[in-house]
């Protein structure tokens, strides 16, 4: 049985409304600053969700890598992810969030495009461009997140963070999705 998804979309949305205790809290969406917050994190994780995904394919079946190499080739992103979030964290105190929010959107735009010509460029570059990737998702997190959640009141917190996690996930599932499409046309 076929179900309409903007059927079920709009049926969800007429019981959240009228539900005492909703799943997502969709009051929230009336402030400007957060809903740009959980759309700047959508576009975050669609784009670098599918940048190491394609990499990952690329190094093994291009360049003839094995999994375990492979899988060691890409761990220098989180490594670094973590480490920058640690003093982006510290940052976020003293500098307006937005700045930095955006100084990880320019790193990723430049580490994405570094990672686009990985036809033309030694490996050792897209090794690098791993670690900016690791950078630019490391200082775009901690103070997307913290944005987020200054938009908001205390008491709407937990429906905040939910909302900000779904959108994360949600720019995953449709970067995939759009991936496993585009590829099966292709191929």
């Not at 903007?6 to 969709?26: G, S």
């Not at 890598?65 to 670094?80: C, E, N, Q, R």
Request: glycine fraction near 6%.
């Amino acid at each position: 049985m076929y179900y309409n998804p903007f059927v079920l979309l709009i049926i969800f949305l007429m019981v959240e409304r009228n539900n005492e205790y909703p799943l997502y809290n969709l009051k929230l969406l009336r402030y400007s600053d957060y809903v740009i917050g959980n759309y700047a994190s959508f576009v975050v994780f669609f784009i670098t969700f599918i940048t190491i995904y394609i990499l990952n394919f690329y190094l093994q079946y291009h360049e003839g890598y094995d999994p375990s190499v492979t899988g060691l080739f890409l761990l220098p992103a989180a490594i670094s992810m973590i480490v920058v979030a640690h003093f982006a964290g510290k940052l976020t105190v003293k500098y307006d969030v937005r700045l930095l929010s955006a100084l990880g959107c320019v790193i990723l735009i430049f580490a994405t495009y570094i990672i686009l010509l990985m036809d033309f460029i030694p490996t050792y570059y897209i090794f690098l461009a791993c670690i900016v990737l690791g950078i630019a998702e490391g200082f775009f997190l901690v103070s997307n997140n913290r944005h987020v959640g200054l938009t908001i009141n205390t008491e709407n917190f937990s429906d905040s963070s939910t909302f900000l996690f779904t959108n994360r996930e949600l720019g995953k599932t449709i970067s995939l999705a759009l991936y496993f499409l585009i590829s099966g046309l292709i191929f």
